[in-house]
């Protein structure tokens, strides 16, 4: 029997876990263990300790587990599920299968962080999510699976990542599908979704931070504003896009509320 291990954050996490946890049941594949980070119980989406405890699997927490090498050494697959942490290089070969990434771009577009806030700051019309395989380098390796997701004019960053989120719950059975029909090595080639040098860039957190500051003295075009303040709001008091009062020197900062007519 195939063993998986997932790594689990956010709450796109949580609800693939409670897919995996389910699916296990048919005797397909076992869950030897869980992995999680230190925001589980400690942040605002959904933990995941419940969900282990009820189906008697070990739930580990990346930053201070000894166990790591031992995990994924009897590991078929690991899988990735919004995963923030970078896998040590020497770990990288250890599951007999590989490690899938769970990525919210359309590969090799928009690689780093961020990748749902760019899309929408670069006024792109469309995006995705991508499973790829792990190799040394960020974001870079083989492409498993890719589907789409349109972009609408209304969008903020928060409604296209929960859009996104939905379409990779409604996939992730045909990505266990393909995960337990694979045997062979996998030389898939990168598609080309049309990309241009922007969105191929590499997008760091310096570079995101950066953009957060809005000039109240510069001139922008009103689509591109929109799009930055678009891709920069997600909760109504996130602090990402800010300007800064002169007076007090004090940051100022700014969300956008969209609303399709009915």
Excluded at 215 to 224: E, I, K, N, T
Aim: proline content about 5%.
């Amino acid at each position: 029997m195939k063993q998986l291990v997932p790594f689990v954050d956010h709450e796109v996490g949580y609800r693939l876990l409670h897919k995996l946890i389910a699916a296990s049941k048919q005797g397909l594949y076992s869950i030897p263990a869980v992995m999680t980070t230190s925001d589980n119980n400690n942040s605002w989406w959904p933990s995941v300790t419940n969900l282990c405890i009820q189906a008697d699997i070990p739930l580990l927490e990346y930053e201070t587990t000894s166990q790591l090498d031992q995990v994924m050494r009897q590991a078929d697959w690991v899988l990735l599920l919004s995963w923030k942490h970078i896998i040590p290089q020497e770990l990288i070969c250890l599951p007999r299968r590989g490690i899938l990434n769970l990525h919210y771009s359309l590969l090799p577009s928009y690689r780093g962080v961020y990748p749902v806030n760019w899309a929408l700051i670069n006024g792109e019309e469309k995006t995705g999510f991508t499973y790829h395989f792990v190799n040394e380098k960020i974001d870079d390796g083989a492409i498993f699976i890719q589907h789409e997701v349109p972009i609408m004019l209304n969008d903020t960053a928060r409604s296209l990542q929960l859009r996104i989120d939905d379409c990779v719950c409604d996939h992730f059975d045909d990505l266990i599908r393909q995960v337990m029909e694979y045997d062979l090595p996998s030389t898939p080639s990168t598609p080309n979704h049309g990309i241009n040098k922007t969105s191929a860039a590499y997008y760091s957190r310096k570079k995101f931070n950066k953009i957060c500051g809005i000039a109240s003295d510069d001139l922008y075009a009103a689509r591109d504003l929109l799009n930055i303040l678009r891709g920069l709001t997600f909760f109504p008091d996130s602090h990402n896009a800010y300007i800064v009062d002169k007076r007090s020197g004090k940051k100022v900062y700014i969300s956008i509320n969209l609303k399709e007519e009915p």
